[in-house]
């Protein structure tokens, strides 16, 4: 029974006995360079190759519209709710982002906080990273394959920031400069003592080097990827009044067709313990022609060997106020240039959240009902998602004081038109020849609830 007077805030995350084993999909790490999906509440199905039919071309008949970002500081007032006006401040414009303080009702946070607890929470990230190890022995390289793979800037020698980008992703365990120096002092590779691996010297790492060195030290959920608990709400007819009149809210607020928000990810409710962090990462997968959108790869009838998620635009909104840490930061917001090389120097390292969120460009401190958005692609300039947007990188700071609770809102559209017009019309059961391409209903086009101040 859902108690009334439950203070979520204020309690530790709890772990319910309703997960569903659909939900129970696992984080595999926080960057996501065309692995697997990270934590899409989705089945892992692969479809059996065959001779694909002659796919039906659709004219896109929809431009998405982009919230314009002015210029850091601008603000907009919208009209989301009757008899309310909202503002809406731009924070950055690479990536293009928003703050809307008010978004939630203190009500409202709390019914989801609740439905949350009511169904349970799981943890985000699991100990041992099974999918991750069985790609690698299917994949039976050698150490100068390894080697090769990991030496970013072929210069021949591994810097350390190369092996803990691999580490990371291939073992959702966040080691730091320091612990792979104790690796390599512990097992005597680095003979020359410069901090960089030759081949040779990388040979004597042997394959289980770094598990059997966590083994023996033991894994804190702290030294992992992300350190958190969360769950999934579904928002569509039947669910409770309060996550239908969210998913309305968002769909006004990004102007976007209503059967994209429909047809995106559940509601993913997020709980961070004192302690809890997640370090940076992207909510989104780079476009590569060799990489699927996770959501619509069913339809798509392809076997491109990897999926990621396609999160067009994130919607975070904060449930609480956090007593301590627990901003969101974007350690690269509004640079100059991306310089992917510099985000983990040797002794510093950008995308460690426990660590050096006060030298993240911008940081978001958590307000109870606050919701915060960004787009994860920029535009293709013709009206439909474009590249991955590099500097949409971002992480939840560690939480020192109290608890924090988020959700996310992702809106999943393909870069590829053509598949996700395919999608849609396969999910919305329309006969194939009764729509010439006319699945994007443009309903909100041109509703202008966006105004300068
Ligand atoms: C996420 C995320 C940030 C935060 O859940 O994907 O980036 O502040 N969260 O919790
Ligand atoms: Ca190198
Ligand atoms: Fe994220």
């Not at 309703?18 to 990270?38: I, K, M, N, P, W």
């Not at 999918?131 to 394959?145: F, G, H, I, K, T």
Request: net charge negative; proline share 5%; hydrophobic share 30%.
């Amino acid at each position: 029974m859902l108690r009334t007077r439950l203070r979520p805030g204020e309690r530790p995350c709890r772990s319910g006995r309703l997960v569903s084993a659909f939900h129970a999909t696992r984080a595999t790490s926080g960057q996501e360079h065309a692995t697997q999906s990270r934590d899409a509440p989705s089945s892992n199905q692969r479809l059996e190759s065959r001779r694909p039919p002659s796919k039906p071309v659709f004219l896109r008949d929809v431009s998405l519209s982009r919230v314009e970002g002015i210029r850091v500081g601008h603000v907009q007032s919208l009209s989301l709710v009757p008899g309310k006006v909202h503002e809406m401040r731009t924070l950055s414009l690479k990536p293009l982002l928003f703050e809307i303080p008010g978004f939630l009702s203190e009500d409202e946070c709390r019914v989801v906080m609740q439905l949350a607890q009511l169904k349970g929470l799981m943890e985000s990230q699991l100990m041992v990273q099974e999918d991750q190890e069985e790609l690698a022995r299917e994949l039976n390289l050698s150490p100068e394959e390894i080697f090769n793979l990991l030496d970013n800037n072929q210069d021949g020698q591994l810097q350390i920031h190369e092996i803990l980008t691999h580490s990371r992703v291939r073992d959702g365990i966040w080691l730091t400069p320091e612990n792979l120096r104790e690796i390599y002092a512990g097992l005597n590779v680095d003979k020359d003592g410069n901090g960089l691996l030759s081949l040779e010297e990388f040979r004597l790492l042997s394959n289980d080097a770094f598990q059997r060195f966590l083994l023996q030290r033991g894994v804190e959920r702290s030294q992992l990827v992300r350190n958190s608990r969360h769950t999934w709400l579904y928002q569509g007819k039947g669910a409770h009044q309060v996550l239908q009149d969210i998913k309305a809210r968002v769909t006004r607020l990004t102007r976007l067709p209503p059967t994209l928000v429909d047809l995106s990810e559940p509601l993913q409710v997020v709980c961070y313990q004192e302690g809890g962090h997640y370090h940076a990462h992207h909510d989104s997968g780079p476009v590569y022609p060799e990489t699927a959108c996770t959501h619509t790869r069913l339809a798509a009838n392809t076997s491109t060997p990897f999926e990621t998620s396609c999160r067009y635009i994130t919607v975070l909104f904060y449930l609480n106020s956090v007593d301590g840490g627990g901003e969101t930061a974007f350690p690269v917001a509004d640079n100059r240039t991306y310089d992917e090389v510099s985000l983990i120097q040797n002794d510093v390292d950008l995308l460690d959240t426990r660590r050096n969120c006060d030298k993240s460009n911008l940081r978001v401190k958590p307000a109870k009902g606050t919701a915060v958005f960004w787009y994860n692609y920029l535009s293709d300039g013709k009206g439909w998602v474009g590249e991955q947007d590099e500097y949409a990188l971002h992480g939840g700071c560690m939480v020192t004081r109290g608890t924090k609770w988020v959700a996310n809102k992702w809106i999943n559209i393909d870069p590829d038109y053509q598949r996700q017009a395919h999608y849609q019309q396969l999910v919305s059961q329309q006969p194939e020849d009764e729509d010439d391409g006319l699945t994007l209903s443009p309903d909100m086009q041109g509703t202008d609830i966006h105004q300068d101040l």
